[in-house]
């Protein structure tokens, strides 16, 4: 069969090229300039087309994405989830083909709503709001959600970061969307267009001027905190022999900080269940930092010896005690969604996967010195809504994961990035403390002011303040911006029909 080159063809190549593009705008690259550029050819491929054209552009755009964006998937699959190379390449690839249906659902509604609307403006705000509603779903709710590569991230070193703490994430994605559009509409004619251009200065003036505000403030007294990064390679971590070394070295790094207000470890630090290591090893770290006024933080596994379940665990030690058993579960890494086919699927290709339960949305915050913090466990910090119904109890956030799963790759980097707009959402510190790394300190402004290299073992001691008072964001939750803008795309669309 001969294939013959249409003029199809290009836009094809060019929608695979600009979603490879899109995650160069994404640490570790951080070419948030790429994004405004991007999400405008997106803009104009995906407008003037019949939607299905629209729709498989979007998709193309969406592999483009996905597949450049979270290859890393692949590593933990294969490297550490025990699968054949076939295996991971097979739930890799259907890992990207699924979520690439995203961007080309947004194509597609996109096109289909703005099929007989003319007002440049409209069309521009409908772009703008259908993708961050797709995003939202995805990133909230589906699977328990998947927050990746939404780009609002991009932009947390750029202007639009003035709006994180007043719309959240979504809300700055979401200009940066209308933004976009909007300078498609201009450069179309731009003699025609100065009411455009100038919504289009008032978005990014307001944002520079937002960027100077502090919307918290500090507490009376400062705190010193140590973070462990143990380092403990993800293959041999549960070897019986390599545990006794970690627990020890564990111990013997944290006997070096007595002087910190608070030590954190990251998540599973102890590779046993809490009861396994209760005795001989819990209850003297515990004296120990009761002894000189510290309180430990440490991860572990546990498990409910009565009902069997078992819980991704933070336990405090020492001059205050308290627990958090993580909530927001990982799915496929800590729980199996659509069952049995998920369970089934995953047995033939021989990945054995743990089953967690979750530990309950409203939890009592763990002290320091007086000062509650807010506790998460792994990709927990990549949801607003794990945060916001801590405060404003909460002074600071604290983090552990292990990203050791994901090896060289940019996940890391990507993940760190996504826990930034934590502490700039709610205008408070974020403690990270990872296995492998990063492991870092977030001021409330999103900045990392302090952080550790990648895949060694170290210790990060660092003086902050934990802070009091609420941002707009941490008022309002993404929830009633997504309402809100259900409402203005419902009124938008109602009245353009009405006409």
Same mark, same amino acid.
């Given at each position: 069969?001969?294939?013959?080159? $249409? ?15 899109? +995650? ?37 755009? /969406?592999? /483009? ?35 690439? @249906?995203?961007? &080309?659902?947004?194509?597609? @509604? ?61 809300? &700055? ?14 450069? #179309?004619?731009?003699?025609? *267009? ?23 403030? %500090? ?24 545990? !006794?070394? +970690?627990?020890?070295?564990?111990? %013997? ?42 309180? @430990? !933080? ?44 998920? /369970? ?9 996967? /743990? ?7 409203? *939890?009592?915050?763990? *002290? ?11 990709? %927990? ?44 959402? $709610? ?11 990063? $492991? ?17 073992? &170290? ?8 802070? $009091? ?27 353009? #029909?009405?006409?």
């Amino acid at each position: 069969m001969r294939i013959t080159l $249409t003029s199809e063809w290009p836009w094809h190549i060019f929608s695979l090229i600009a979603g490879c593009l899109l +995650t160069l705008a994404f640490a570790p690259f951080e070419l948030g300039y790429l994004a405004l550029l991007v999400i405008a050819f997106a803009y104009f491929s995906w407008k003037d087309v019949t939607p299905g054209r629209a729709f498989l552009r979007g998709y193309l755009f /969406g592999l /483009g994405l996905f597949g450049s964006g979270v290859s890393w998937v692949y590593v933990s699959i294969h490297d550490y989830g025990g699968s054949s190379v076939f295996g991971a390449l097979l739930l890799t690839g259907a890992f990207v083909c699924f979520w690439a @249906l995203f961007p &080309a659902l947004t194509a597609w @509604l996109f096109n289909h709503l703005t099929q007989k609307i003319a007002v440049p403006v409209l069309v521009s705000l409908i772009f703008a709001i259908v993708w961050i509603m797709i995003e939202y779903f995805r990133g909230e709710w589906l699977l328990n959600g998947f927050p990746w590569l939404q780009v609002g991230y991009s932009q947390l070193d750029g202007p639009l970061a003035g709006f994180v703490p007043v719309f959240g994430s979504y809300g &700055a994605g979401g200009l940066l969307l209308l933004s976009a559009g909007l300078v498609v509409e201009i450069m #179309r004619d731009m003699r025609k *267009q100065s009411l455009l251009l100038g919504f289009l200065l008032f978005i990014w003036i307001n944002a520079l001027v937002l960027r100077q505000f502090d919307w918290t403030h %500090e507490a009376a007294r400062s705190l010193t905190v140590s973070l462990i990064q143990g380092n403990i390679p993800q293959d041999k971590k549960w070897q019986s022999d390599v545990r !006794v070394k +970690t627990l020890r070295r564990y111990r %013997e790094l944290t006997q070096q900080h007595a002087e910190s207000d608070l030590i954190i470890w990251p998540e599973t630090a102890i590779p046993a269940y809490q009861s396994q290591v209760e005795d001989f090893y819990l209850r003297p770290l515990a004296e120990w930092a009761k002894q000189n006024q510290v309180t @430990l !933080v440490a991860g572990l596994p546990d498990r409910n010896l009565k009902t069997g379940q078992n819980y991704n665990k933070l336990i405090a030690l020492g001059e205050n005690s308290g627990a958090y058993n993580k909530n927001h579960l990982l799915p496929f890494g800590e729980y199996l969604p659509l069952q049995p086919l998920s /369970g089934w699927v995953l047995d033939a290709l021989g990945l054995h996967l /743990g089953k967690f339960s979750p530990g309950g949305r409203l *939890q009592p915050l763990i *002290q320091v010195k007086g000062y509650p913090f807010a506790s998460s466990i792994c990709y %927990e910090d990549a949801f607003a809504s794990v945060f916001l119904p801590t405060l404003p109890a909460a002074t600071f956030l604290v983090n552990v994961t292990n990203d050791a799963w994901f090896g060289h790759s940019i996940e890391a980097q990507q993940h760190m990035q996504i826990a930034r707009a934590r502490a700039l959402e $709610t205008g408070r510190y974020l403690l990270r403390v990872t296995n492998t790394g990063i $492991t870092g300190v977030v001021a409330p402004n999103g900045k990392i002011v302090a952080q550790l290299p990648v895949f060694k073992e &170290a210790v990060l001691t660092q003086r902050f303040t934990p802070r $009091t008072g609420m941002t707009p964001f941490a008022n309002i939750g993404n929830e009633k911006i997504m309402i809100a803008l259900t409402l203005i795309l419902g009124f938008v669309i109602g009245m353009q #029909r009405l006409r």
